[in-house]
Structure formats: structure tokens, C-alpha cells
């Protein structure tokens, strides 16, 4: 299951799994940012290759108009995910800090 | 341990549910879990996307053996479609010559230890088996 929804200053909380179940929810919200934002991962568990194609569309959507997306709080498993597909050359990517 | 699962996405979370099971049952170690579930995800979806009308159930099968967590997906009545063949993906170019999707099967061979593909042509049977050390 995903749960994602705004949380403080406008930054997107997402909890949970990113799997291809639960991409459409997240491109549905997603398609509604028009501006920059910022996503937060601390709580999210797991991306798949369905969850990395919300975030490309998302990216390709707003930087058209100027904007982006800034990626914070990463696990270091889907940090390697992201390094594996090249996804922290495209996005700001900020790892979570180990406790 | 092994389970069958209706061809589509919703399955997903009944999936990792038997994964779940599996890990705690075998005591595997949590930093091995992603990037089964991972492998198990993409070639899942895989299998619904390329055959969605099919009726057959996919299953699903994990034992842990001399060190190594072993997983293998079988699909009946399916055309052959080899998996572990290499297929170009664009990792490197900028954001606006990305393309959506293809970095599932991409992805796989960078999160597990071996995968290997056989097709049984009589029986029209897919079998994909994959590892990952228990290191």
C-alpha cells in the first residue's frame, strides 16, 4: 500500500510501496503539483520500475515549466535503484541520514 | 515454499505477503529483501503485461539453498520470451531523452546474483529462476 499526501510547507510525504499497484495512485497526485516540490521518502519502503516511470513523468512534466522535483530522505536501497538507472544524474537526491 | 497468483497487478500485495512469509520463515536477513522483491515484482509484471488474457495462474516458488536464496517464476501456456537476453536501456542521457519504461528487466541483473531463463516448448511453460547470496 502508498499513502502520499502534502504535509508541512507543501513537501509530499509518501508512505509505504511504490509498486505497480499503486503507480497510478501516485501519478494521480503528482499530476496535480504545477510547481517545484520537494518529496519525501523516509517513509517510503520500496520503488519499482513502475514507481521510477511516475517520477520521470513527473520530472520531464515540470521541468518543462521550469520546475523539478527534489528527492529527500532516500533509503540507500532505492538510492541504489536510483544509481542503476541513472535517476541521480536526472533528480536532486538527498539521502536519508543513518540513525 | 511455493504459491500461485492471479495474473495482474492487484496481486502485488498477496505477493509480498508470501514473501513476507517466506523471509521470516527462513530468517532472511532484511537487507536481501528489496531487491528480491524487486526481481520477483518486475518479472511478474512482466508476465501480466505480455500476456494479460492468459487464465493461468503464475507460480511463484522460494527455498533458501547452500547459502543462496533461490526463486523461481514459472508461466503456462505462454509464448517464449527470454528474459535474461541484454536489451539497451538509456541510463546516461538527459532528462528529456528518457524513455518511460524498459528498466525493469534492465534493473534485475544489478540487484541479484544469477538469473536464467528455460522454455519447456511442448508444455508451452516459461520458467525463470533467479538467486541471490545469503552473504
Request: glycine residues 6%; hydrophobic residues 40%.
Amino acid at each position: 500500500m502508498l499513502d502520499i499526501d502534502f504535509a508541512d510547507a507543501g513537501v509530499v510525504m509518501l508512505k509505504g510501496r511504490l509498486d505497480a499497484s499503486q503507480s497510478e495512485k501516485a501519478q494521480t497526485f503528482l499530476d496535480g503539483l504545477d510547481q517545484a516540490s520537494v518529496l519525501d521518502f523516509s517513509n517510503l519502503e520500496y520503488i519499482s520500475s513502475a514507481g521510477l516511470g511516475v517520477l520521470l513523468r513527473t520530472q520531464k512534466r515540470l521541468m518543462a515549466s521550469g520546475g523539478g522535483l527534489k528527492l529527500i530522505n532516500v533509503n540507500n536501497h532505492i538510492m541504489d535503484v536510483f544509481r542503476f538507472s541513472g535517476f541521480d544524474h536526472i533528480f536532486e537526491v538527498q539521502g536519508a541520514v543513518d540513525p | 515454499m511455493n504459491e500461485k497468483f492471479h495474473r495482474s497487478f492487484d496481486s502485488l500485495q498477496q505477493i509480498f505477503d508470501f514473501t513476507e512469509r517466506f523471509y521470516s520463515a527462513e530468517s532472511i536477513d532484511p537487507r536481501h529483501r528489496f531487491a528480491v522483491n524487486f526481481a520477483i515484482e518486475e518479472l511478474f509484471t512482466n508476465m501480466v503485461k505480455y500476456n494479460a488474457g492468459n487464465p493461468h495462474r503464475v507460480l511463484i516458488e522460494m527455498e533458501q539453498l547452500d547459502g543462496e536464496l533461490v526463486a523461481h517464476l514459472t508461466d503456462f501456456d505462454v509464448d517464449p520470451f527470454d528474459v535474461t537476453v541484454e536489451r539497451e536501456v538509456d541510463t546516461e542521457s538527459p532528462l528529456q531523452d528518457r524513455q518511460i519504461g524498459g528498466l525493469g528487466l534492465h534493473l534485475i541483473p544489478k540487484m541479484i546474483d544469477s538469473i536464467d531463463y528455460d522454455y519447456d516448448e511442448p508444455a508451452r511453460r516459461s520458467r525463470i529462476t533467479f538467486t541471490k547470496a545469503l552473504r
